[in-house]
Structures are given as structure tokens and as C-alpha cells.
């Protein structure tokens, strides 16, 4: 049996938890926008959603720093991330494994190596992975043998080994390995 003021109470508290999540997310939107225009990025949005997120990030070529990434970390819907040709290092990767709404990630050119890999393992959406021109190895690769969406990687560059791939195709056998 339900006491006569629960609803009510429930109602009253869901209608004052809910603006200020939404005005929080807005404040999180606001400052990444910031953030990627001071460091000469780009952003899309998608109108189609709710709230019109940000969806993709192209910082190629900035001075984007590790630290910088926690401010994309609230971008729940954040699906393409391209650091591409920046300072990023393996502890920028702590970041990047929050960001579990990834499909595409791209890496070329960055100081990511194996053990920064390792924080790409929850990322059960990512289905595109650029590791060109990096120092990955084929110890790397297997950090990246549970990510079953993974449909294509560049490994251009790197110093993974045929016998790293063989064994990365082995649990992942629909991966396109561009090398």
C-alpha cells in the first residue's frame, strides 16, 4: 500500500534533479565548445538528437594535452575522436576509455604505445582504430582482441609484426588491417 504523499514527493523531486542535470550537461557542451575552438579544432553536432550533442571532435594537429581530454569525457554522445598528429601520450588514454560511446578513434602520430592501449579495452563500440605511424607493438594488439566491433585498423607505420596480426585477426577474424 502507498502512502499518500509519495508520488507527490517523488514528483517534486524528480522535476528539481532533472534541470539541473540538463542545465550541467549544457555547462559540459559549453565548455568543450570553448575548449575546441581555443586549440583551433572542430566539432559537429547532431540536430537530429535531443539536446543537439556533440558527436564528432577533430583535434588533428592542435596542441590539445592529456588533461585536456577530461573535459570530453561528460559527451556521452561523443562517437568520433580524432587526435591525430598531437601531444597526446599514453596517459591521455585514461580519458579515452570513459568515452564509451566511441565508434572511430583516431591515433596516428601520437606518443600512444602499448601500454596506452590497454584503456581502449571498454570501448565494446569502436569499429575504427588509427594507430598509424606510432610505436605499437604486437604486445599493443592484444589489448585490442575484445573490441568485436572493430572493423578496421591502420597499423601503417608501426612496429607490429605479421605474426601480431595473425594473432589479432585470429579473435577478431572480419578485421580489414591496413598496413
Do not use: C, W
Amino acid at each position: 500500500m502507498t502512502r499518500p504523499g509519495y508520488f507527490f514527493s517523488l514528483a517534486v523531486a524528480v522535476s528539481i534533479v532533472l534541470p539541473v542535470r540538463s542545465q550541467n550537461d549544457q555547462a559540459a557542451v559549453e565548455k568543450a565548445i570553448a575548449l575546441i575552438k581555443e586549440l583551433n579544432g572542430t566539432y559537429e553536432i547532431d540536430e537530429t538528437i535531443p539536446g543537439k550533442p556533440i558527436v564528432k571532435i577533430n583535434l588533428n594537429g592542435t596542441k590539445v594535452r592529456n588533461q585536456h581530454l577530461a573535459t570530453f569525457v561528460p559527451l556521452k554522445n561523443l562517437r568520433d575522436l580524432n587526435l591525430g598528429s598531437t601531444l597526446i601520450t599514453n596517459s591521455g588514454m585514461q580519458y579515452v576509455k570513459m568515452m564509451t560511446g566511441l565508434r572511430t578513434l583516431d591515433l596516428q602520430r601520437t606518443a600512444v604505445r602499448d601500454e596506452g592501449l590497454r584503456y581502449l579495452k571498454g570501448l565494446e563500440k569502436l569499429q575504427l582504430l588509427n594507430l598509424d605511424n606510432t610505436e605499437v607493438t604486437d604486445k599493443g594488439l592484444e589489448y585490442l582482441k575484445s573490441l568485436k566491433l572493430l572493423g578496421n585498423i591502420n597499423l601503417r607505420q608501426t612496429k607490429v609484426t605479421d605474426a601480431g596480426i595473425r594473432s589479432l585477426k585470429k579473435a577478431l577474424p572480419e578485421l580489414n588491417v591496413l598496413r
